[in-house]
Nanobody, 124 residues
Framework: VQLVESGGGPAKTGGSLKLSCVTS????????IAWFRQAPGKEREGVSC????????YYADSVKGRFFISKDYGEETSWLQMNDLKPEDAAVYYC??????????????????WGKGTLVTVSS
């Protein structure tokens, strides 16, 4: 199983970025796809996830109304659209896959497969 993130880079405060997570070898329809981020000196935190099967979406309070998650079964890819970026959004963003449905943002310990991450920087 592989998860490969892309789309990170520099952004300005108030700007937008769209991250992609391309998967291979995953039973995509049975997987909850989650996005996490980790800033220097901080723990990895859940940002958003889209559940397997019922496609329910969950967001951290800090990104609600600004970030939007999606996934496509045919492309076996998930995206994280990030709008109105703030300096505190700067981090390495990771894509994770968890087999089974979730009814809330997962903890990082629940993730079965990880990507290597993509760096997002936000300047004022």
């Amino acid at each position: 199983v592989q998860l490969v993130e892309s789309g990170g880079g520099p952004a300005k405060t108030g700007g937008s970025l769209k991250l992609s997570c391309v998967t291979s070898g995953l039973k995509f329809r049975d997987a909850t796809i989650a996005w996490f981020r980790q800033a220097p000196g901080k723990e990895r935190e859940g940002v958003s996830c889209v559940s397997a099967h019922d496609l329910s979406e969950y967001y951290a309070d800090s990104v609600k109304g600004r970030f939007f998650i999606s996934k496509d079964y045919g492309e076996e890819t998930s995206w994280l659209q990030m709008n109105d970026l703030k300096p505190e959004d700067a981090a390495v963003y990771y894509c994770g896959a968890i087999y089974g449905s979730r009814s809330e943002l997962p903890h990082s310990s629940e993730v079965h497969f990880w990507g290597k991450g993509t760096l997002v920087t936000v300047s004022s």
